[in-house]
Nanobody, 123 residues
Framework: QLVESGGGSVQAGGSLSLSCTAS????????WAWLRQTPGKEREGVAA???????TCDESVKGRFPISRDTAKNTVYLQMNSLKPEDTGMYYCVARRTAGLCYATTSVGYFDYWGQGTQVTVS
């Protein structure tokens, strides 16, 4: 189970933080991603972090949305800076639990678990 927190409303140029915690499986390794569904667009990948710490992100958020994790807490974070109105949407945390390695990817089919989604609104 993934539980997201954060999100909300902010003016353009502001910042928001998202976090997502996996529960129910101790001593597990995860790789993570953040996806978003923005009005009028297909769902898209925002950023991802693999089990080895490798990171990938969409060009639209590069340099603005660093992704990080706390492996001890089974938690992933997305710090959203310099927000733009086009960043408005529903943000979803996804995760894959693995006994070995898993990759930094925003490919939806790669993940086993989904968060409930959290709304981000930038005006």
């Amino acid at each position: 189970q993934l539980v997201e927190s954060g999100g909300g409303s902010v003016q353009a140029g502001g910042s928001l933080s998202l976090s997502c915690t996996a529960s129910g499986h101790t001593f597990s390794t995860y790789c993570w991603a953040w996806l978003r569904q923005t009005p009028g667009k297909e769902r898209e990948g925002v950023a991802a972090i693999g089990s080895d710490g490798a990171i990938t992100c969409d060009e639209s958020v590069k340099g603005r949305f660093p992704i990080s994790r706390d492996t001890a807490k089974n938690t992933v974070y997305l710090q959203m800076n310099s927000l733009k109105p086009e960043d408005t949407g529903m943000y979803y945390c996804v995760a894959r639990r693995t006994a070995g390695l898993c990759y930094a990817t925003t490919s939806v089919g790669y993940f086993d678990y989904w968060g409930q989604g959290t709304q981000v609104t930038v005006s």
